[in-house]
């Protein structure tokens, strides 16, 4: 009579065991991660800095319609040149001027508010991709 319960009670401890793994190597800390979705070539440090501070919005399964219509880097590469670089240049200007991330964005997610130096990076990246844009 005890063996019915051997039978549902094993794959019940494997299966609550491994959910127990899972969860327990979730890393919640967004800024070490290089993996973003979509995966846009872009320079690594870009890529973290995009990930932390744009891409919870700015995807196809970013939180924000108004934010993926303005700027959807899930569609980059289908994007004109022209429309591309008026791109760029809209993420630098933004940026500098602390448009984005947005307040509201940065109250909860504090670690999302780029620094300076990361600013700088973006911009100067912004720059480059610009540059090979237009040749």
Same mark, same amino acid.
Request: glycine share 4%; with cysteine.
């Given at each position: 009579?005890?063996?019915?319960?051997?039978?549902?009670?094993?794959?019940?401890?494997?299966?609550?065991?491994?959910? %127990?793994? !899972?969860?327990? +190597?979730?890393? +919640? *800390?967004?800024?070490?991660?290089? &993996?973003?979705?979509?995966?846009?070539?872009? @320079?690594?440090?870009?890529?973290?800095?995009?990930?932390? %501070?744009?891409? *919870?919005? !700015?995807?196809? &399964?970013?939180?924000?319609?108004?934010?993926?219509?303005?700027?959807?880097?899930? *569609?980059?590469?289908?994007?004109?040149? %022209? $429309?591309?670089? %008026?791109?760029?240049? #809209?993420?630098?200007? $933004?940026?500098?001027?602390?448009?984005?991330? @947005?307040?509201?964005?940065?109250?909860? !997610? @504090? #670690?999302?508010?780029? &620094?300076?130096?990361?600013?700088?990076?973006?911009? $100067?990246?912004?720059?480059?991709?610009?540059?090979?844009?237009?040749?």
């Amino acid at each position: 009579m005890k063996r019915p319960i051997y039978i549902i009670g094993i794959p019940f401890l494997i299966f609550v065991l491994g959910f %127990s793994i !899972h969860l327990g +190597n979730r890393s +919640n *800390d967004r800024s070490d991660s290089t &993996d973003i979705k979509p995966a846009l070539g872009f @320079p690594e440090e870009i890529q973290k800095i995009l990930n932390n %501070s744009c891409l *919870d919005c !700015h995807t196809a &399964d970013g939180m924000s319609e108004d934010a993926k219509e303005e700027l959807n880097f899930t *569609d980059w590469y289908e994007y004109e040149d %022209s $429309e591309k670089i %008026s791109l760029l240049e #809209d993420i630098c200007e $933004e940026m500098g001027e602390r448009e984005m991330p @947005p307040r509201k964005y940065i109250n909860n !997610h @504090p #670690d999302s508010k780029p &620094d300076d130096e990361q600013i700088k990076k973006v911009c $100067e990246w912004t720059k480059e991709e610009t540059k090979k844009i237009m040749e």
